[in-house]
């Protein structure tokens, strides 16, 4: 039975590098004898909300609930459309509608890849952050007062849920639990946000009793996001709320050389909706329409995508191709993000030729 696959491109370079995502999906798919039916979307973009006065169509839900994964690009064009209005018009809706609570995002330095780190070498970084996905500071809970006064008040709760807290919590000592290291860092700021963090803080504290084998400790983000420059090498999976996640998932890829290669799973672990699979970057309008966006991103995400559908092997092989190809380090085939004059295309198409074995 085929793996039915929504894609929604999205804006800017998430036209431009999801073909690359699904021309390596289609080799890894024909060499690994997996059945993919991609369908497109046209919605979920910009051009989509200048046209129609929305992201999405008011049928999105039940047009998208019965597939096995979305494979997303990257929406946002600000110049077009407010940013908060088209991301939670669309992203944000099916983080939160399918209940895509993990936001799982690796962070490697790559063979062939310089980081910005003086003396890092492939192997001093390598650890994952599992960013908590649908409510915590991203939350819908706040309003204006006042509004065109002196008094002007603007207001928005964080939202932390004890399911939902504990169920991220979860995921990420699970996955701590698999690698070799067995660690786990929480990002807090128990110090200054005085009743939301201390809640995290506790609600780790108490997962920890059921994990006794996991070595854990905790940074308040301030210090935590100099260590990830500092000692990038003490990381194995960071485990923070929503926003201090989204903010350690750029700077992690950062101190890996470019955010162009980070991927995202955006899972919901029960399988009861479908799970969408995104690069960590966005629609880049500073370099859309110049075809040089680094497409590794998209396809990494499409690994992980392969492997939530239940396919490892397929999903080793092309993150070995991108190795592969990194580490050959060639100038004409590499974006300029990594150290090359190269394309999208150029890339794209060396890592599918690899995949292809
Ligand atoms: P961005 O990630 O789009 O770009 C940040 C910088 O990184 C830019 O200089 C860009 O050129 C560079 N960059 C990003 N991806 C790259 C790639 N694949 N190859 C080479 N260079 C790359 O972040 P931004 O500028 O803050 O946001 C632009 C728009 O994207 C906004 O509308 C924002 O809301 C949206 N956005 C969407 C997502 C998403 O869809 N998940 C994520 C982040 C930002
Ligand atoms: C990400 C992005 C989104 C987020 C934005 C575009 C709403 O930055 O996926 O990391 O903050 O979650
Ligand atoms: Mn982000």
């Not at 997303?72 to 983080?95: E, M, N, T």
């Not at 946000?193 to 301030?222: C, L």
């Not at 990494?300 to 592969?324: C, P, R």
Request: proline content about 5%; hydrophobic content about 40%.
């Amino acid at each position: 039975m085929a793996h039915r696959i929504a894609v929604i491109a999205g804006d800017g370079i998430g036209t431009e590098v999801m073909p690359e995502g699904i021309r390596a999906l289609e080799v890894a798919a024909k060499r690994f004898k997996i059945d993919l039916a991609f369908t497109t979307f046209e919605f979920g973009s910009c051009d989509y909300y200048l046209e129609h006065g929305k992201m999405l169509p008011d049928d999105w839900f039940d047009q998208l609930k019965d597939f096995d994964a979305l494979f997303y690009g990257a929406v946002g064009w600000p110049d077009k459309v407010p940013d908060h209005i088209s991301l939670w018009g669309s992203l944000l809706q099916f983080r939160r509608q399918f209940d895509q609570y993990i936001n799982l995002r690796p962070c490697k330095l790559m063979p062939g890849i310089k980081s910005p780190l003086a003396g890092r070498e492939p192997g001093d970084i390598d650890f994952y952050v599992v960013r908590e996905n649908t409510e915590g500071e991203y939350s819908s809970v706040g309003g204006k007062m006042f509004e065109g006064t002196e008094r002007e008040i603007v207001l928005q709760e964080t939202v932390m849920s004890r399911v939902g807290v504990d169920r991220v919590l979860k995921y990420a000592f699970d996955l701590a639990q698999t690698r070799p290291r067995k660690k786990l860092t929480s990002a807090t700021k128990s110090n200054g946000i005085s009743i939301t963090m201390p809640y995290w803080d506790e609600r780790v504290a108490e997962m920890a009793k059921h994990y006794p084998e996991i070595a854990v400790d905790k940074f308040h983000i301030d210090i935590l996001t100099a260590n990830f420059v500092l000692h990038p090498d003490w990381f194995d999976v960071v485990v923070g709320s929503n926003l201090f996640g989204d903010i350690l998932s750029d700077l992690g890829p950062a101190c890996t050389g470019t955010i162009g290669i980070a991927p995202s799973a955006n899972i919901n672990p029960e399988g009861k909706f479908p799970s969408l699979f995104e690069p960590v970057h966005g629609s880049a309008p500073d370099i859309a329409g110049k075809g040089i966006a680094n497409p590794i991103g998209q396809i990494w995400s499409g690994a992980m995508m392969l492997e939530h559908l239940g396919y490892k092997e397929a999903a080793d092989a092309m993150v070995t191709a991108i190795e592969e190809v990194l580490s050959e380090g060639s100038r004409q085939v590499l974006t300029r993000d990594v150290g090359g004059q190269g394309s999208t295309v150029s890339l794209g198409q060396a890592i599918a030729e690899r995949i292809g074995g």
